[in-house]
């Protein structure tokens, strides 16, 4: 194989800027998205049409230090209380400290609490809160994030909700702007649906390993 390596420059994406934005056609919030539009762009110069790309592997093997919080509240959940204690011990620095890992775990264990919270936030002092409680009227923002248990509810939000479509979108713009053909193999219907069906431990491992069982699976395969 033949590898190539793009190095976007900051000059690069100042002349490019104004196509990337026509290519994307909405906003998008992180330069990646440029890395991701160069890496197409020299695939097409180097006469490659059609290219293997990972996109889904994070989002249903719990790849991102953000899935900790939700496979530590299934353990608390479960009453695995001292499992549960050394995961966060072995998974803190995935979620910035063993505390934050506990108080973003708190909240997902409580989301009622913190639904109440958020409507007291957004209710001014100069309107009549209880006569808005009597018409019906809850104060609870769309934007706001929907409160999951467990880590397979979690993986199934950024899979269909919130994080994978905006990247597929991006992808999908990325691609086309240099006439390649983005094949995902890890978003295979039957591949997906059997990722989302794993025990939690085969995604986060106990030690905090993310992907564990992809991993395992790839021993002796790739490096």
């Not at 001292?82 to 973003?104: T, V, Y």
């Not at 997902?108 to 409507?119: A, D, E, F, Q, V």
Request: overall charge positive; charged content about 20%.
């Amino acid at each position: 194989a033949i590898v190539h390596k793009i190095h976007p420059q900051p000059n690069e994406l100042i002349a490019d800027l104004d196509r990337l934005i026509y290519t994307q056609d909405e906003p998008f919030g992180s330069t990646s998205m440029y890395a991701q539009y160069c890496v197409f762009r020299a695939a097409k110069q180097n006469g490659i049409t059609v290219m293997l790309d990972g996109q889904g592997a994070d989002e249903m093997l719990a790849g991102y230090g953000q899935y900790a919080p939700a496979r530590l509240s299934t353990l608390v959940k479960r009453g695995r209380w001292i499992e549960a204690c050394r995961f966060a011990g072995r998974a803190s620095s995935l979620s910035g400290g063993r505390l934050k890992l506990w108080m973003q775990a708190a909240r997902l264990l409580l989301p009622n609490l913190g639904k109440r919270m958020i409507g007291r936030w957004l209710m001014p002092s100069w309107l009549n809160a209880e006569w808005f409680q009597k018409q019906g009227v809850v104060f609870n923002p769309a934007s706001a994030p929907r409160q999951l248990e467990g880590l397979h509810a979690e993986l199934r939000q950024t899979v269909v909700a919130t994080s994978l479509p905006q990247l597929l979108r991006y992808e999908d713009r990325n691609s086309m702007a240099s006439s390649i053909e983005s094949r995902l193999p890890f978003l295979t219907p039957n591949l997906a649906e059997f990722l989302l069906r794993l025990p939690e431990d085969y995604l986060l491992g106990r030690d905090g390993t993310t992907k564990n069982v992809f991993r395992r699976a790839m021993r002796g395969i790739v490096p």
